[in-house]
Protein backbone atom coordinates (compact mmCIF):
# COMPACT_ATOMS: atom_id res chain seq x y z
CA UNK A 1 0.00 0.00 0.00
CA UNK A 2 1.37 3.53 -1.14
CA UNK A 3 2.65 6.18 1.68
CA UNK A 4 0.34 8.96 -0.48
CA UNK A 5 -2.87 6.19 -0.43
CA UNK A 6 -2.39 5.77 3.53
CA UNK A 7 -1.79 9.62 4.10
CA UNK A 8 -4.76 9.78 2.01
CA UNK A 9 -7.41 7.53 4.42
CA UNK A 10 -5.59 8.72 7.26
CA UNK A 11 -6.47 12.50 6.53
CA UNK A 12 -10.18 11.94 5.77
CA UNK A 13 -10.46 9.38 9.16
CA UNK A 14 -8.87 12.59 11.24
CA UNK A 15 -11.22 14.80 9.56
CA UNK A 16 -14.09 12.43 11.01
CA UNK A 17 -12.70 12.01 14.62
CA UNK A 18 -12.99 15.83 14.66
CA UNK A 19 -16.52 15.67 13.67
CA UNK A 20 -17.23 13.33 16.77
CA UNK A 21 -15.03 15.39 18.96
CA UNK A 22 -16.76 18.85 18.11
CA UNK A 23 -20.38 17.44 18.07
CA UNK A 24 -22.29 19.57 20.19
CA UNK A 25 -25.47 19.27 21.84
CA UNK A 26 -28.01 16.63 20.47
CA UNK A 27 -31.67 16.18 19.41
CA UNK A 28 -33.67 13.81 18.42
CA UNK A 29 -34.93 14.89 14.71
CA UNK A 30 -38.65 16.72 15.13
CA UNK A 31 -39.73 15.55 11.51
CA UNK A 32 -43.06 17.87 12.48
CA UNK A 33 -41.13 21.04 12.34
CA UNK A 34 -38.65 19.62 10.01
CA UNK A 35 -41.69 19.53 7.45
CA UNK A 36 -42.95 22.80 8.47
CA UNK A 37 -39.56 24.57 8.22
CA UNK A 38 -38.49 22.93 5.14
CA UNK A 39 -42.45 23.64 3.38
CA UNK A 40 -42.04 27.23 4.00
CA UNK A 41 -41.58 28.80 0.59
CA UNK A 42 -40.42 32.33 2.04
CA UNK A 43 -37.43 30.51 3.98
CA UNK A 44 -34.10 29.83 3.71
CA UNK A 45 -34.55 26.61 4.75
CA UNK A 46 -37.33 25.82 2.26
CA UNK A 47 -35.75 22.29 0.71
CA UNK A 48 -35.46 23.10 -3.03
CA UNK A 49 -33.31 25.85 -1.88
CA UNK A 50 -31.06 23.90 0.60
CA UNK A 51 -31.24 20.75 -1.84
CA UNK A 52 -29.59 23.80 -4.60
CA UNK A 53 -27.41 24.76 -2.26
CA UNK A 54 -26.50 21.48 -1.38
CA UNK A 55 -26.15 20.01 -4.86
CA UNK A 56 -23.68 22.94 -5.84
CA UNK A 57 -21.58 22.48 -2.89
CA UNK A 58 -22.29 25.41 -0.67
CA UNK A 59 -19.71 25.23 1.82
CA UNK A 60 -21.54 27.68 3.91
CA UNK A 61 -24.05 25.55 4.83
CA UNK A 62 -25.07 24.74 8.82
CA UNK A 63 -25.23 22.07 10.96
CA UNK A 64 -29.02 22.84 11.51
CA UNK A 65 -29.53 23.55 7.68
CA UNK A 66 -27.67 20.13 7.25
CA UNK A 67 -29.83 18.39 9.88
CA UNK A 68 -32.68 19.59 7.69
CA UNK A 69 -31.71 18.58 4.05
CA UNK A 70 -30.70 15.12 5.62
CA UNK A 71 -33.51 13.79 7.76
CA UNK A 72 -36.00 16.36 5.33
CA UNK A 73 -35.17 14.16 2.57
CA UNK A 74 -37.01 11.46 4.05
CA UNK A 75 -40.35 13.13 3.70
CA UNK A 76 -39.99 13.96 0.25
CA UNK A 77 -42.03 11.99 -2.64
CA UNK A 78 -38.97 10.43 -4.51
CA UNK A 79 -37.10 9.46 -1.25
CA UNK A 80 -36.63 5.48 -1.64
CA UNK A 81 -35.71 3.58 1.62
CA UNK A 82 -33.58 1.21 1.87
CA UNK A 83 -32.51 1.82 -1.77
CA UNK A 84 -28.79 0.79 -1.45
CA UNK A 85 -25.77 1.85 -3.73
CA UNK A 86 -25.89 2.02 -7.21
CA UNK A 87 -23.64 -1.49 -8.70
CA UNK A 88 -21.52 0.46 -10.18
CA UNK A 89 -20.43 2.43 -7.02
CA UNK A 90 -19.45 -0.94 -5.47
CA UNK A 91 -17.49 -2.42 -8.40
CA UNK A 92 -15.87 1.38 -8.03
CA UNK A 93 -14.80 1.35 -4.42
CA UNK A 94 -13.88 -2.37 -4.96
CA UNK A 95 -11.36 -1.24 -7.93
CA UNK A 96 -10.14 1.85 -6.24
CA UNK A 97 -9.58 -0.35 -2.39
CA UNK A 98 -7.45 -3.24 -4.44
CA UNK A 99 -5.71 -0.40 -7.23
CA UNK A 100 -4.65 1.15 -3.83
CA UNK A 101 -5.51 4.58 -5.02
CA UNK A 102 -4.01 4.78 -8.21
CA UNK A 103 -4.32 7.96 -9.65
CA UNK A 104 -5.31 6.72 -13.16
CA UNK A 105 -8.16 5.88 -11.83
CA UNK A 106 -9.53 8.79 -9.57
CA UNK A 107 -11.47 10.41 -12.59
CA UNK A 108 -13.45 7.68 -13.14
CA UNK A 109 -13.66 6.84 -9.89
CA UNK A 110 -15.50 11.01 -9.61
CA UNK A 111 -17.67 10.27 -12.48
CA UNK A 112 -19.24 7.06 -11.35
CA UNK A 113 -19.46 8.46 -7.90
CA UNK A 114 -21.07 11.60 -8.95
CA UNK A 115 -23.29 9.62 -10.97
CA UNK A 116 -24.39 7.46 -8.07
CA UNK A 117 -25.02 10.91 -5.63
CA UNK A 118 -27.48 11.74 -8.82
CA UNK A 119 -29.23 8.64 -7.92
CA UNK A 120 -28.76 9.46 -4.25
CA UNK A 121 -27.66 12.41 -3.04
CA UNK A 122 -26.87 11.24 0.60
CA UNK A 123 -25.14 8.85 -0.50
CA UNK A 124 -22.17 8.94 1.78
CA UNK A 125 -19.33 6.46 0.61
CA UNK A 126 -20.00 8.17 -3.14
CA UNK A 127 -18.95 11.31 -1.12
CA UNK A 128 -16.02 9.66 0.58
CA UNK A 129 -14.96 8.36 -2.79
CA UNK A 130 -15.12 11.85 -4.53
CA UNK A 131 -13.10 13.32 -1.51
CA UNK A 132 -10.55 10.62 -1.55
CA UNK A 133 -9.90 10.57 -5.34
CA UNK A 134 -9.39 14.39 -5.33
CA UNK A 135 -6.80 14.53 -2.76
CA UNK A 136 -4.92 11.39 -4.43
CA UNK A 137 -4.68 13.93 -7.74
CA UNK A 138 -3.90 16.52 -5.23
CA UNK A 139 -6.91 18.83 -6.18
CA UNK A 140 -6.83 19.77 -2.47
CA UNK A 141 -9.34 22.73 -3.06
CA UNK A 142 -12.01 20.07 -3.83
CA UNK A 143 -11.07 17.24 -1.59
CA UNK A 144 -11.54 20.22 0.84
CA UNK A 145 -14.91 20.88 -0.24
CA UNK A 146 -16.41 17.08 -0.83
CA UNK A 147 -14.48 16.82 2.89
CA UNK A 148 -17.27 19.75 4.11
CA UNK A 149 -19.78 18.16 2.95
CA UNK A 150 -19.32 14.83 4.35
CA UNK A 151 -18.63 16.31 7.25
CA UNK A 152 -21.72 17.79 7.42
CA UNK A 153 -24.01 14.98 7.29
CA UNK A 154 -22.12 12.91 9.74
CA UNK A 155 -22.61 16.22 12.16
CA UNK A 156 -26.19 15.68 11.08
CA UNK A 157 -26.34 12.08 12.22
CA UNK A 158 -24.08 12.55 15.26
CA UNK A 159 -25.89 16.01 16.68
CA UNK A 160 -29.03 13.63 16.65
CA UNK A 161 -28.34 11.16 19.81
CA UNK A 162 -24.74 9.71 21.30
CA UNK A 163 -25.34 5.78 20.81
CA UNK A 164 -25.31 4.83 24.01
CA UNK A 165 -28.74 3.85 24.56
CA UNK A 166 -31.78 3.03 22.34
CA UNK A 167 -33.43 5.89 23.68
CA UNK A 168 -30.14 8.07 22.49
CA UNK A 169 -29.63 6.21 19.60
CA UNK A 170 -28.08 7.82 16.63
CA UNK A 171 -30.69 8.82 13.91
CA UNK A 172 -30.41 7.51 10.53
CA UNK A 173 -32.34 7.59 7.26
CA UNK A 174 -30.55 5.07 4.95
CA UNK A 175 -29.52 1.84 7.17
CA UNK A 176 -25.98 1.96 5.27
CA UNK A 177 -25.36 5.05 6.98
CA UNK A 178 -24.67 3.35 10.19
CA UNK A 179 -22.03 1.04 9.03
CA UNK A 180 -20.82 4.66 7.43
CA UNK A 181 -20.46 6.42 10.30
CA UNK A 182 -18.61 3.56 12.20
CA UNK A 183 -16.06 2.87 9.34
CA UNK A 184 -14.74 6.82 9.62
CA UNK A 185 -14.14 5.86 13.24
CA UNK A 186 -12.23 2.78 12.27
CA UNK A 187 -14.30 0.83 13.96
CA UNK A 188 -15.05 -2.80 13.31
CA UNK A 189 -18.46 -4.36 13.52
CA UNK A 190 -18.50 -7.60 14.72
CA UNK A 191 -21.94 -7.97 15.31
CA UNK A 192 -25.78 -6.21 14.95
CA UNK A 193 -28.91 -6.54 16.96
CA UNK A 194 -32.43 -5.48 17.08
CA UNK A 195 -33.73 -3.99 19.88
CA UNK A 196 -37.11 -2.89 18.74
CA UNK A 197 -38.80 -1.86 15.67
CA UNK A 198 -36.84 0.77 15.16
CA UNK A 199 -33.42 0.33 17.23
CA UNK A 200 -30.55 -1.83 16.23
CA UNK A 201 -27.31 -2.32 17.88
CA UNK A 202 -24.13 -2.34 16.75
CA UNK A 203 -21.48 -3.87 18.25
CA UNK A 204 -17.88 -3.13 17.68
CA UNK A 205 -14.88 -5.21 17.85
CA UNK A 206 -12.25 -4.71 20.26
CA UNK A 207 -10.90 -1.29 19.80
CA UNK A 208 -8.42 1.33 21.68
CA UNK A 209 -11.57 3.61 22.83
CA UNK A 210 -12.68 0.93 24.42
CA UNK A 211 -16.04 1.52 22.52
CA UNK A 212 -18.24 -1.68 23.11
CA UNK A 213 -20.82 -0.56 20.30
CA UNK A 214 -24.03 2.06 19.10
CA UNK A 215 -27.55 2.26 19.14
CA UNK A 216 -28.87 3.52 15.83
CA UNK A 217 -32.22 4.90 15.33
CA UNK A 218 -33.73 3.73 11.46
CA UNK A 219 -37.18 4.44 11.91
CA UNK A 220 -37.76 7.09 9.51
CA UNK A 221 -36.42 4.44 7.12
CA UNK A 222 -38.90 2.00 7.98
CA UNK A 223 -41.98 3.63 8.90
CA UNK A 224 -41.55 5.35 5.37
CA UNK A 225 -41.39 2.21 3.57
CA UNK A 226 -44.24 0.87 5.71
CA UNK A 227 -46.47 3.77 4.19
CA UNK A 228 -45.50 3.37 0.23
CA UNK A 229 -45.03 -0.29 -0.30
CA UNK A 230 -47.02 -2.14 2.96
Known amino acids: MSNRFLKIFFLLFVSCISTVAFAQETEDPDYQQIRQAISNHRSVNYYPTLMRRYIENDTTLSLEQYRYLYYGYSLQEDFVPYKGHLPKLVEARRKFTESRGDSNLAHEMIKVAQASLD ?112
Not at 150 to 172: N, R, T, W
Not at 174 to 196: F, K, M, T
Request: with cysteine.
Open 119 to 230: DNPFDIPAINIIAASYLQIGDTVQYRVWDIKQKGLLDAILSSGDGAEPSSAFHVIDIEHEYEVLNRLGLQIEADSLVNDNVEYLKVRENAEGEKGFYFNFGACRNIYRKKYE
